[in-house]
């Protein structure tokens, strides 16, 4: 079965026959490659009912047994082992942290934020997280980036939580922040009265240069 780029990159971080709650699940693609390549166990969760309806159809298509679906608002009502794998991709940091605030969670977290990544972050570390890694993908013009949580202790600067601990040494990471902060750059007024913006995103860019 073929996937996306982006799922293919957050499958590769899980490991063979794991058991796998997949949060945002959409038409459960993820999970039905990880029970097929990878063996795994998988809960397929959506808040979404058409979306969920979809998802079940892929996975009698496919034959994908050890998928079950939950029609649900995040992680409410689900039954957590400590050893479970949690993958939350598809939504923004806002709501990221709505779902992750309703639980005391003590899993592995695989997230795949839309929006601040900085903010998320800031938010894992301030509830005990620290990023085993980080992953950047390029897939259709659009850019995603992928980060692994699981729990302990950190010491992360200021520039390793904007720019991530392990993605500021990643060049094509680099090279792409550079363009868009180029880009802002060149949009913001020239008569900036406090010039505010301007210095933030020249900082930022600076930054960034310093790590090619």
């Not at 063979?16 to 039905?32: E, F, Q, T």
């Not at 409410?76 to 779902?99: A, F, Q, Y």
């Not at 309703?102 to 929006?115: A, D, G, Q, V, Y």
């Amino acid at each position: 079965m073929k996937i996306s780029k982006r799922l293919e990159t957050i499958a590769s971080l899980i490991p063979n026959n794991s058991k796998v709650i997949d949060v945002g699940c959409d038409h459960a693609l993820l999970d039905i490659y990880l029970c097929q390549e990878k063996g795994c166990k998988c809960i397929a969760s959506d808040v979404n009912q058409k979306a969920l309806d979809q998802a079940k159809y892929n996975i009698l298509r496919f034959h994908a047994k050890d998928v079950q679906t939950v029609l649900t608002d995040g992680l409410d009502g689900i039954s957590l082992d400590s050893n479970d794998i949690i993958v939350i991709s598809g939504m923004g940091t806002s709501t990221i942290k709505e779902i992750i605030e309703r639980r005391k969670l003590e899993n592995r977290m695989i997230i795949s934020t839309h929006t601040d990544f900085q903010d998320l972050r800031k938010y894992m570390v301030t509830v005990g997280y620290k990023i085993q890694d980080e992953k950047y993908v390029e897939e259709k013009g659009k850019h995603y980036i992928i980060m692994d949580f699981i729990k302990g202790e950190s010491n992360y600067s200021i520039e390793d939580l904007e720019f991530g601990p392990i993605l500021k040494g990643n060049l094509l990471y680099l090279e792409n922040e550079i363009a868009k902060l180029s880009e802002i750059i060149e949009r913001i007024p020239e008569k900036d009265p406090e010039r505010t913006l301007k210095e933030i995103v020249l900082k930022k860019l600076e930054q960034l240069k310093k790590r090619i």
